[in-house]
T-cell receptor, first 112, second 114 residues
Framework: KQEVTQIPAALSVPEGENLVLNCSFT??????LQWFRQDPGKGLTSLLL?????REQTSGRLNASLDKSSGRSTLYIAASQPGDSATYLC???????????FGSGTQLTVLP | DGGITQSPKYLFRKEGQNVTLSCEQN?????MYWYRQDPGQGLRLIYY???????QKGDIAEGYSVSREKKESFPLTVTSAQKNPTAFYLC?????????????FGSGTRLTVV
């Protein structure tokens, strides 16, 4: 059964800092990995999707990488802002199943 | 713009009542899902449907029921058999080409037992 782990569980940084969020998964037979953002009391907003054939994806100040062989993905946030404060979740669909398996998330606080 | 609409945003249920949460999508996605989110437990899959008139149980289906009569709609009923229904419920959908297009989520419904 696929297991997804996110480290750290919580992170607090001063504004302007570059930071890295980590996601690891146990079953490397994935066809993509998706990073989401969740604000308190809100739904999930998709940030980036990396297909298994890709190594990384970029959107603005966000860059996500994927290393299937080691079962790891990272989300890099450049020049963090208070508006980046949220919980970040990574999710993978294991093998041919349609179901997403989520990590428990990293709660990010960017201090002004 | 296409998206997923969940309603209501907040829902209160009395003991012994059944309540239905609405989920509508205009993305033309084939598959739809219901997740439950509890503090400290992450997201858990309740039910999913890959095609109209077909659905499958997820990890925590007991006390819940669904229907998929239309491609656009996937309502979730929380029955009186669900002993601890207070949670945040999220609906999601995915296209046939989920490899390159991934999943889309709604804004959620917060259900509280009173």
């Amino acid at each position: 059964k696929q297991e997804v782990t996110q480290i750290p569980a919580a992170l607090s940084v001063p504004e302007g800092e570059n930071l890295v969020l980590n996601c690891s998964f146990t079953d490397s037979a994935i066809y993509n990995l998706q990073w989401f953002r969740q604000d308190p009391g809100k739904g999930l907003t998709s940030l980036l999707l990396i297909q298994s054939s890709q190594r990384e994806q970029t959107s603005g100040r966000l860059n996500a990488s994927l290393d299937k062989s080691s079962g790891r993905s990272t989300l890099y946030i450049a020049a963090s802002q208070p508006g980046d404060s949220a919980t970040y979740l990574c999710a993978v669909p294991p093998g041919s199943a349609r179901q997403l398996t989520f990590g428990s998330g990293t709660q990010l606080t960017v201090l002004p | 713009d296409g998206g997923i609409t969940q309603s209501p945003k907040y829902l209160f249920r009395k003991e012994g009542q059944n309540v239905t949460l609405s989920c509508e999508q205009n993305l033309n996605h084939d598959a739809m899902y219901w997740y439950r989110q509890d503090p400290g437990q992450g997201l858990r899959l309740i039910y999913y449907s890959q095609i109209v008139n077909d659905f499958q149980k997820g990890d925590i289906a007991e006390g819940y029921s669904v229907s998929r009569e239309k491609k656009e709609s996937f309502p979730l009923t929380v029955t009186s058999a669900q002993k601890n229904p207070t949670a945040f419920y999220l609906c999601a959908s995915s296209p046939e080409d989920r490899v390159s297009r991934g999943y889309t989520f709604g804004s959620g419904t917060r259900l509280t037992v009173v």
